[in-house]
């Protein structure tokens, strides 16, 4: 029987982004950035000088341009790093990223400097079908997988609902503002105890109901 499986996403999971990525508008860009209880990014961008909104067209290329320099500023969520390593004895660990391909060697290259060693896969849009994709080569006896937007957990439960979906919200900032996601398990928002819900079902080899 093949090892037991866990689908990870990294930004406010595995990394801290969104505090980083306002220090870094507002220095670079004198950019304010406030995300509300929507996580909405069209909203969340103003300039400093006036209190306007940025534009709609730039906030992709801001964070194309965040992505691109600045993932050296990006810190571990607390326990993630101890937490995967204990899994990784149980099972195999991949990274899924909603990052465009030509980051994927930066990414690469960041967690392995934090002592995150596993394979990273990117993405773009919704999660189910790469988690199909990624259930189908490795053919797991049981998969984890663990996100932070709602979204995702509801394209994974439509695509592959044999799959564990666990919420997770490494940010505060947003985690207090964030109800659990309605597709997801269960949510848990700190490592320490996260991984023991992961092996707890990794050890078990069911699939999710």
């Known amino acids: 029987m093949n090892r037991p499986l866990l689908i990870t996403d990294c930004d406010e999971v595995l990394l801290h982004m969104v505090r980083h990525f306002g220090d870094w508008l507002g220095e670079a860009h004198a950019i304010d950035f406030a995300l509300g209880p929507n996580h909405n990014f069209a909203t969340a961008l103003t300039h400093q000088a006036t209190g306007e909104g940025v534009a709609a ?11 691109a320099t600045e993932m050296a500023r990006q810190t571990l969520i607390p326990h993630a790093r101890e937490a995967l390593a204990e899994i990784a004895e149980v099972a195999d660990i991949v990274v899924l990223t909603n990052l465009r391909d030509q980051c994927h060697a930066g990414r690469v290259a960041q967690l392995e400097v934090l002592d995150i060693r596993h394979r990273v896969v990117c993405n773009q849009g919704g999660k189910g079908t790469p988690v199909g994709r990624l259930i189908a ?20 439960a439509e695509h592959q609902p044999q799959v564990w979906r666990l919420h997770m919200i490494g940010e505060p900032r947003l985690a207090e503002h964030s109800p659990k996601a309605p597709e997801a398990h269960a949510r848990i928002d700190d490592w320490a105890i996260a991984k023991e819900w992961v092996l707890d079902r990794l050890r078990a080899g069911e699939p999710a109901e």
């Open 57 to 67: 067209e730039r906030i992709w290329p801001l964070l194309d341009g965040f992505f």
């Open 137 to 156: 080569e490795y053919q797991p006896s049981v998969a984890v997988f663990v996100d932070d937007l709602a979204v995702h957990h509801a394209s994974v």
